[in-house]
Protein backbone atom coordinates (compact mmCIF):
# COMPACT_ATOMS: atom_id res chain seq x y z
CA UNK A 1 0.00 0.00 0.00
CA UNK A 2 1.09 3.26 -0.69
CA UNK A 3 -0.22 6.64 0.24
CA UNK A 4 1.15 9.74 -1.85
CA UNK A 5 1.29 13.28 0.14
CA UNK A 6 1.56 16.42 -1.99
CA UNK A 7 0.11 20.13 -2.53
CA UNK A 8 2.24 21.60 0.80
CA UNK A 9 4.25 24.37 0.61
CA UNK A 10 4.63 27.98 1.87
CA UNK A 11 1.33 30.12 2.48
CA UNK A 12 0.40 33.30 4.20
CA UNK A 13 -1.37 33.49 6.74
CA UNK A 14 -5.22 33.87 5.55
CA UNK A 15 -4.28 32.17 2.24
CA UNK A 16 -5.43 28.44 0.73
CA UNK A 17 -3.65 24.87 0.03
CA UNK A 18 -4.86 21.88 -1.58
CA UNK A 19 -3.68 19.16 0.10
CA UNK A 20 -3.77 15.59 -2.27
CA UNK A 21 -3.08 11.92 -0.89
CA UNK A 22 -2.93 9.61 -3.66
CA UNK A 23 -3.45 5.66 -2.87
CA UNK A 24 -2.53 2.67 -4.69
CA UNK A 25 -2.27 -1.28 -3.49
CA UNK A 26 -5.97 -1.24 -1.62
CA UNK A 27 -9.11 -1.19 -2.51
CA UNK A 28 -9.67 2.92 -2.19
CA UNK A 29 -13.67 2.34 -2.24
CA UNK A 30 -13.75 0.33 0.79
CA UNK A 31 -11.05 2.35 2.93
CA UNK A 32 -12.01 5.67 5.32
CA UNK A 33 -9.68 8.32 4.37
CA UNK A 34 -8.25 10.94 6.97
CA UNK A 35 -5.74 14.05 7.52
CA UNK A 36 -3.82 14.00 10.56
CA UNK A 37 -1.11 16.96 11.36
CA UNK A 38 2.18 17.02 13.59
CA UNK A 39 3.50 20.48 14.08
CA UNK A 40 7.20 20.83 15.70
CA UNK A 41 7.50 19.39 19.25
CA UNK A 42 4.01 18.29 18.81
CA UNK A 43 2.26 15.11 18.55
CA UNK A 44 0.68 14.11 15.79
CA UNK A 45 -2.71 15.17 16.06
CA UNK A 46 -6.41 14.53 14.19
CA UNK A 47 -7.57 17.00 11.38
CA UNK A 48 -10.51 15.31 8.98
CA UNK A 49 -11.56 12.40 7.91
CA UNK A 50 -14.19 10.98 5.40
CA UNK A 51 -16.10 7.67 5.49
CA UNK A 52 -15.84 5.07 2.56
CA UNK A 53 -19.42 4.11 2.77
CA UNK A 54 -21.44 7.27 3.33
CA UNK A 55 -18.75 10.14 2.80
CA UNK A 56 -20.01 11.37 5.86
CA UNK A 57 -17.13 14.06 7.44
CA UNK A 58 -15.57 15.02 10.48
CA UNK A 59 -12.83 17.64 11.39
CA UNK A 60 -10.89 18.69 14.52
CA UNK A 61 -12.37 21.81 16.16
CA UNK A 62 -9.48 23.75 15.02
CA UNK A 63 -10.41 23.27 11.61
CA UNK A 64 -14.20 23.17 11.27
CA UNK A 65 -15.41 25.72 8.65
CA UNK A 66 -11.67 26.11 6.99
CA UNK A 67 -11.10 22.94 5.87
CA UNK A 68 -12.90 20.41 3.91
CA UNK A 69 -12.03 17.28 2.82
CA UNK A 70 -13.28 15.29 -0.05
CA UNK A 71 -12.72 11.53 -1.89
CA UNK A 72 -12.81 10.64 -5.41
CA UNK A 73 -13.11 7.42 -5.72
CA UNK A 74 -12.30 7.00 -9.59
CA UNK A 75 -9.03 8.70 -9.02
CA UNK A 76 -7.88 6.98 -5.89
CA UNK A 77 -7.70 10.52 -3.82
CA UNK A 78 -8.51 12.09 -0.70
CA UNK A 79 -8.10 15.89 -0.73
CA UNK A 80 -7.80 18.22 1.75
CA UNK A 81 -8.94 21.99 1.06
CA UNK A 82 -7.56 24.47 3.56
CA UNK A 83 -8.30 28.22 3.45
CA UNK A 84 -7.93 30.48 5.77
CA UNK A 85 -4.57 29.67 6.70
CA UNK A 86 -3.19 30.38 10.23
CA UNK A 87 0.00 30.31 11.53
CA UNK A 88 -0.91 27.49 13.94
CA UNK A 89 -1.87 25.11 11.18
CA UNK A 90 1.78 24.96 10.19
CA UNK A 91 2.91 21.29 10.40
CA UNK A 92 3.46 18.57 8.21
CA UNK A 93 0.17 16.70 7.30
CA UNK A 94 -0.20 12.90 6.63
CA UNK A 95 -3.07 11.13 5.13
CA UNK A 96 -4.19 8.12 6.15
CA UNK A 97 -6.18 5.09 5.37
CA UNK A 98 -8.08 2.64 7.44
CA UNK A 99 -10.10 0.00 6.99
CA UNK A 100 -10.15 -2.00 10.62
CA UNK A 101 -8.17 -3.39 11.94
CA UNK A 102 -5.89 -2.81 9.52
CA UNK A 103 -4.52 0.93 8.69
CA UNK A 104 -1.75 2.63 6.44
CA UNK A 105 -0.16 6.30 6.59
CA UNK A 106 1.73 8.63 3.96
CA UNK A 107 4.92 10.05 3.73
CA UNK A 108 3.82 13.59 4.71
CA UNK A 109 3.89 16.78 3.38
CA UNK A 110 4.73 20.14 5.05
CA UNK A 111 2.91 22.79 5.09
CA UNK A 112 3.98 26.19 6.58
CA UNK A 113 2.36 29.02 7.53
CA UNK A 114 3.83 32.62 7.48
CA UNK A 115 2.46 35.53 9.78
Known amino acids: VQLQASGGGLVQAGGSLRLSCAASGLTFSTHSMGWFRQAPGKEREFVSS????????NYADSVKGRFTISRDNGKNTVYLQMNSLKPEDTAVYYCNAKNLPYAWWGQGTLVTVSS
Open 50 to 57: ISWRSGIT
